[in-house]
């Protein structure tokens, strides 16, 4: 254990002299960066097919071929910003109509005294709260995939965290931190592990004793060094009241209950429209809509003051959409090139002279570093994977594993890559800064990894399939 603690330490200060611009600038100045690659990097592209099983365009392994450059100037990359936003129009209207939503809860008051009944109820034993939060956007990670969710929940975690004498770097630990884990550990997550395998062509749900094995694991370090963190940075005199002085914490009402459990089944039905219905965003941000709207009726805001509420939530997620389509940004640059497709065959070509467990380790490492040019894990997959799959089977390595080393290279980089829009606004609405994070995980991360890669061996030993 002191071993550990020794490693995490020494990663640690090789990071800590590192400091970060604005988000804003830190994405524009990579947008830049990957429109520099196109006069580096030939361009090339794989031939498409749509997949027989799931409908989707996914690449013809080994039809990769040189294709005509195209360079990306100054002005075309600044042009993929807004290009970037249209791209990603979906989610961006997903963060608004929750950030709404969320500031319509918020103004009700229920959340706040429901914050002050939690908080009093946790008096003397503040810690067991890290276990709970954690457990519970894990949950969410697990089940949907849970990232751009999570912002509009970012000024409730701060007042909690705040309230229990904790720093904002514990707020985004146990609220993404705990969720990016759940989703790249998941048995089930429909947007990594379930389109994986369906692109891969592998039963639905195989799998899953294997994987809940390790994600329990995961879980259970990043709950304990959460805890550990916390305890250890606890500040006693950040514990504030409530309300504003002078004025008393009221109890909780039948409204604020009916509110809680309103909130709490929208989350449910959200899970049962993306596994059973097959939702997209467009669905979810309708559910949200519709929460906000029976909140503030509940809440005994009226038209007028749910109106309000949902305009005040639109301001304050502006910020956090920005970040979303610069992140895209850097996609569309490269995609524009034609050298992600480059990219793709540079990493995963060379695995095929590694050994089985290698390939396998080689195979999760690639993904991650991929992951920062491709943010989208569904659409990481339907990539690589064609690619992977008939490689795989050339090398006698199981599609099963194939998919672990997927999911936990992309889904576990979630955690440090810039280009992950939904990370940056958790951390800009946190008031965190990047690099601070970095310092907090990057030895975590590198635990994790390394993990994955324990799982990955052991799935090779077993002939996991």
């Given at each position: 254990?002191?071993s550990?603690?020794?490693?995490?330490?020494?990663?640690?200060r090789?990071?800590?002299?590192?400091?970060f611009?604005?988000?804003?600038?830190?994405?524009?100045?990579a947008?830049i960066?990957a429109?520099a690659?196109?006069?580096?990097?030939?361009?090339?592209?794989?031939?498409?097919?749509?997949?027989?099983?799931?409908?989707?365009t996914?690449?013809v392994?080994?039809?990769y071929?040189?294709?005509?450059?195209?360079r990306i100037?100054p002005?075309e990359?600044?042009v993929?910003?807004?290009?970037?936003?249209?791209d990603r129009?979906d989610?961006v209207?997903?963060i608004?109509?929750i950030?709404?939503?969320?500031?319509?809860?918020d103004?009700?008051?229920?959340?706040?005294r429901?914050?002050g009944?939690?908080?009093g109820?946790?008096?003397?034993?503040?810690?067991?709260?890290?276990?709970v939060v954690c457990?519970?956007?894990?949950?969410?990670g697990?089940t949907e995939?849970?990232?751009?969710e999570?912002?509009?929940l970012?000024?409730?975690?701060m007042?909690?965290t705040?309230?229990?004498?904790?720093?904002p770097?514990?707020?985004?630990?146990?609220?993404?931190?705990?969720?990016?884990?759940g989703?790249?550990?998941s048995?089930?997550n429909p947007?990594?592990?379930?389109?994986?395998q369906?692109?891969?062509?592998?039963?639905l749900?195989s799998?899953?004793?294997?994987?809940?094995v390790?994600?329990?694991i995961?879980?259970?370090?990043?709950i304990?060094?959460t805890m550990r963190?916390?305890?250890r940075?606890?500040?006693?005199?950040?514990v504030?009241?409530l309300?504003?002085?002078?004025e008393?914490?009221a109890?909780?009402?039948?409204?604020d209950?009916?509110?809680?459990?309103?909130?709490?089944?929208?989350?449910?039905?959200l899970?049962?429209?993306?596994?059973v219905?097959?939702?997209?965003?467009?669905?979810?941000?309708?559910?949200?809509?519709i929460?906000g709207?029976?909140?503030?009726?509940?809440?005994?805001?009226?038209?007028?003051?749910?109106a309000q509420?949902?305009?005040?939530?639109?301001?304050?997620?502006?910020?956090a959409?920005?970040?979303?389509?610069?992140?895209?940004?850097?996609?569309v640059?490269?995609?524009?090139?034609?050298?992600?497709?480059t990219?793709?065959?540079?990493?995963?070509?060379?695995?095929?002279?590694l050994p089985?467990a290698?390939?396998?380790?080689g195979m999760?490492?690639?993904?991650?570093?991929?992951h920062?040019?491709?943010p989208?894990?569904?659409g990481?997959a339907v990539?690589?994977?064609p690619?992977?799959v008939?490689l795989?089977?050339?090398l006698?390595?199981?599609?099963?594993?194939t998919?672990?080393?997927y999911?936990?290279?992309?889904?576990l980089?979630?955690l440090?890559?810039?280009?992950n829009?939904?990370?940056m606004?958790?951390?800009?609405?946190s008031?965190?800064?990047?690099?601070?994070w970095?310092?907090?995980?990057?030895?975590?991360?590198?635990?994790l990894m390394?993990?994955?890669?324990?799982a990955l061996?052991?799935?090779?030993?077993?002939?996991y399939t």
């Amino acid at each position: 254990m002191a071993s550990l603690s020794v490693f995490r330490a020494g990663v640690a200060r090789r990071v800590r002299g590192l400091r970060f611009p604005h988000p804003l600038t830190l994405l524009t100045a990579a947008i830049i960066a990957a429109a520099a690659l196109s006069y580096v990097l030939p361009a090339g592209e794989y031939d498409l097919r749509e997949h027989p099983v799931t409908g989707q365009t996914v690449v013809v392994p080994g039809t990769y071929h040189e294709v005509e450059a195209n360079r990306i100037g100054p002005f075309e990359a600044i042009v993929a910003i807004p290009r970037g936003m249209a791209d990603r129009a979906d989610v961006v209207f997903l963060i608004f109509l929750i950030g709404g939503a969320f500031a319509v809860f918020d103004a009700t008051g229920a959340l706040r005294r429901g914050i002050g009944w939690l908080v009093g109820a946790l008096k003397g034993q503040e810690i067991l709260a890290i276990p709970v939060v954690c457990l519970a956007f894990a949950a969410g990670g697990v089940t949907e995939n849970m990232q751009e969710e999570i912002i509009p929940l970012v000024p409730a975690l701060m007042l909690l965290t705040k309230r229990l004498g904790y720093s904002p770097m514990v707020g985004v630990a146990v609220s993404a931190g705990s969720a990016f884990i759940g989703s790249a550990f998941s048995p089930i997550n429909p947007f990594q592990v379930v389109t994986a395998q369906r692109v891969a062509e592998v039963p639905l749900g195989s799998g899953t004793g294997f994987r809940l094995v390790f994600l329990a694991i995961a879980l259970g370090l990043w709950i304990w060094w959460t805890m550990r963190y916390a305890a250890r940075t606890r500040v006693e005199s950040e514990v504030e009241p409530l309300t504003e002085a002078g004025e008393s914490e009221a109890a909780l009402t039948w409204r604020d209950g009916t509110i809680f459990a309103i909130v709490s089944s929208t989350f449910g039905i959200l899970v049962w429209g993306l596994l059973v219905l097959g939702w997209d965003f467009d669905h979810m941000s309708a559910l949200f809509f519709i929460m906000g709207i029976v909140v503030g009726i509940i809440g005994r805001l009226g038209v007028t003051g749910t109106a309000q509420a949902y305009a005040e939530g639109f301001r304050s997620m502006g910020y956090a959409a920005l970040l979303i389509g610069f992140a895209h940004a850097i996609y569309v640059v490269m995609d524009d090139a034609r050298i992600i497709d480059t990219i793709v065959r540079g990493l995963f070509i060379p695995l095929a002279e590694l050994p089985l467990a290698l390939s396998a380790i080689g195979m999760s490492a690639a993904q991650g570093a991929l992951h920062f040019a491709v943010p989208s894990v569904s659409g990481q997959a339907v990539l690589t994977l064609p690619v992977l799959v008939p490689l795989s089977d050339l090398l006698g390595l199981s599609r099963q594993i194939t998919i672990l080393a997927y999911q936990y290279g992309a889904g576990l980089c979630e955690l440090i890559t810039p280009t992950n829009g939904a990370l940056m606004a958790i951390l800009a609405a946190s008031g965190v800064r990047y690099e601070s994070w970095l310092r907090f995980v990057i030895p975590r991360y590198l635990l994790l990894m390394a993990l994955g890669a324990a799982a990955l061996v052991i799935a090779v030993a077993i002939g996991y399939t």
